[in-house]
């Protein structure tokens, strides 16, 4: 299995997906980048994705989480579907995270990119799932991260850098 993104050009994720970009929630950049996976394995019933940053660490003191969805029936997401498309289940990102920087319903769906000190590299990791999960709407990243067990029939990552505003 290969997930694949026209967002992500030469390595780097285009500006409008983050800071850089023009869609903005609260201070958050909401316009969620499209992809499409590949190659998924015979009995794949759903996809989970999970969008994350480990080059946080340093900063924040944890992986900031960009998107996490669940129920994933298809396998493409268009740019901007976050928040618009009602076919899959979208968890609570970290724009809601240390101090409640956004409120969990502001927080649940795409949250772009936005690294503070240097060119951060973020992970799209993709899972074919046997089912489908119990997840309702603003889930938290335990709870995918436990749904899944037992359930990852295959898994697909893709990386792309972006670069801090200056």
């Known amino acids: 299995m290969r997930v694949t993104s026209t967002g992500v050009v030469d390595g780097a994720i285009m500006e409008r997906y983050g800071a850089k970009g023009s869609e ?5 950049p909401s316009l ?4 499409e996976i590949v190659d998924a ?3 794949t019933v759903s996809f989970a994705v999970i969008l994350e940053d480990y080059d946080a660490v340093p900063v924040c003191g944890f992986d900031w989480i960009h998107w996490i969805l669940c129920n994933l029936k298809r396998t493409s ?3 901007g579907e976050s928040r618009r498309s009602d076919d899959f289940t979208e968890g609570c990102n970290s724009w809601h995270g240390i101090g409640d920087v956004l409120s ?3 927080a649940t769906g795409y949250g772009g990119m ?5 060119t951060h590299r973020y992970t799209l990791s993709v899972y074919a799932l046997d089912c489908e999960l119990g997840l309702g ?3 938290f990243l335990n709870e995918l991260m ?3 067990e037992g359930h990852v029939l295959d898994h697909a990552r893709l990386v792309g850098t972006y670069e801090p505003t200056r």
């Open 104 to 106: 969990r319903e502001t």
């Open 24 to 28: 903005f929630i609260e201070g958050m």
């Open 146 to 148: 436990f749904g899944m």
């Open 32 to 35: 969620s980048i499209p992809f």
């Open 41 to 43: 394995p015979e009995g």
């Open 137 to 139: 709407k603003g889930f």
């Open 114 to 118: 936005a690294p503070p000190d240097k």
């Open 77 to 79: 997401v268009s740019e």
